[in-house]
């Protein structure tokens, strides 16, 4: 959307073709945890109001899925046979849930939390009281956690030692999963599914929540339950699973199209945004960009660099100079009010400083990283004010003076202050 808008600023009399598979308008899926909890209508997730804006945009709307893509010819193939032709191509197909390899993994009661039509099927699947049963507890599984507890009771199961284990410390994963029960979620790290299986399968509910996965409304859900499988040997009943265990670059359609894959599976990019493949560009979650932290390419799946990198392929797709300076590593979550952030080399690098701060009580945590005399990482817990200054810190590269990286070491809390300095002193 980003996109097809920069291009039409600059270029007005250009022909502009958006292309979705969803019958919806262009929509954020980062507002579905708000349906889910009745905060807002389907036209609040809106992007625009609707598809009149595009019209109005003389944005032309086109609703199919690319099946293929031709580079010598400049055509895009969509799945019922529409071919369409360019002189610039912006991929911008973002992600596609992905399941591990379980044992009945593939029950339409088992459901994703990714599309509308998929919030539609969660909402017609839950009800007060249901067993709900959320399968990771990454970014995803933690947005849609406060959503998926408003309609059931709660249970997570997260493979890994802790929860969002890319994104945050062991310290701050352990204080927002403390959070999180105290607000009566169970959550079971270092735990996984082995098997799903329903004892006696009930007429028609298996084929009524199937349809709804493609946008058909329902009643409420009804059944008998599905019978779970732990690792441990432990064997449980709930009434509705929702998969989060992470997403993958959406390009199979791209198989044959000789536009290049990096080493994570996203569409290599340069800084202009453009493959290998002159007059193609990709953006946001399929595109596998530069690093800003380590100069290397990855897949980083967040809204802020899909934004950035749709403005800079734009422009250069409509003629102007623009250069990306790289994705930064940045996460922000809001986990039933509790906000936690991370940034660039969150981890720490070797040879590096960190200082580490912890209110349990308060739910409050800052660390920070530093290399030399540079701030190259943070994770927070539980602060929103001027947080967005750690991004700025770590993003300009500002070299800090000896007394303020020894002021940050001894009270991290103070990086609000070594920023103005050192921007007074800049200026």
Known sequence: MI???TLRKHNPADAITLVGDEP????SRMAIPYLLEGKIAVRGTY???GGEHFGKQNIKLVRGFAKSIDTKAKRVLLEDGTALSYDRLLLATGS??????I???DRPEVLSCWTLDDAHAIMAATKPGSRVLQMGAGFIGCIIME???ARGRLTVVEMGDRVVPRMMTPAASAMIKRWCESKGVEILTSTRVTAIERASKPAGFGPLLHRIRYGKRAPSAGGQPLRVHFGNGQVREFDVIICATGVKPKIAYLEGSGVGIGSSGGILVDEHMMTNISGVYAAGDCAESVDFSTGGHTVNAIQ?????QALVAALNMGGREARSPGSLLMNVLDTFG?????????EGVPGGERAEVADEKAFKYLRLEFNGNHLIGATSVGLTEHVGVLRGLIQSKTKLPPRWKATLLKDPHKFVDAYLACAQAAA
Do not use: C, N
């Open 24 to 27: 919806a308008p262009p929509y």
């Open 103 to 105: 044992p009945g993994i």
């Open 147 to 149: 959503a998926l507890a």
């Open 338 to 346: 509790l906000v936690s952030s991370s940034y660039g080399h969150w």
């Open 3 to 5: 996109a097809a808008e």
């Open 47 to 49: 992007l625009r109001d």
């Open 304 to 308: 802020p660099d899909a934004a950035d």
């Open 96 to 101: 596609h849930p992905v399941r591990p390899p």
